[in-house]
């Protein structure tokens, strides 16, 4: 669950994995946590309703990859080393190279630069309102 205020980030949080019972659950809760629970930004006002944009990206299950698997146009990446994991969603601007994708979901992760990490990639059906 995305959302933004006048195109730009204001909250941002999902699963890649089932947590309740149905998926119009599942877009409930990921939309109250987008809201009120980013770490990286104040929980979302009333007076911002209006001008907020809602993006909801349905993820196929992961699958195992090698980095010669990946094409960040087409598919997310998800990292991980030990317990630290990070997800990138397809598809991001910006976000034109494979090393550019596994840069930013690594540090999303706390995984240094040069730490080996198990890769997944998987799609996305992308819904905007």
């Known amino acids: 669950m995305s959302l933004k205020k006048r195109g730009l980030l204001r909250g941002c ?18 939309a109250i946590r987008a809201a009120t629970e980013d770490p990286r930004f104040p929980p979302v006002t009333a007076g911002e309703l209006p001008e907020l944009t809602v993006s909801v990206d ?21 990292v991980a080393a030990g317990w ?14 494979v090393e550019e994708q596994l840069r930013i979901a690594k540090l999303k992760a706390g995984i240094p630069p040069g730490e080996p990490c198990r890769l997944w990639r998987f799609t996305v059906e992308r819904h905007t309102e």
């Open 13 to 30: 949080i999902g699963t890649y994995e089932p947590t309740e019972e149905s998926l119009a659950e599942e877009i409930i809760v990921n």
């Open 84 to 97: 630290r994991r990070g997800l990138l969603l397809p598809d991001l601007p910006g976000v034109d190279t």
């Open 58 to 78: 349905v993820l196929s299950p992961p699958e195992p990859c090698a980095e010669q698997d990946l094409d960040p146009k087409r598919y997310g990446v998800i």
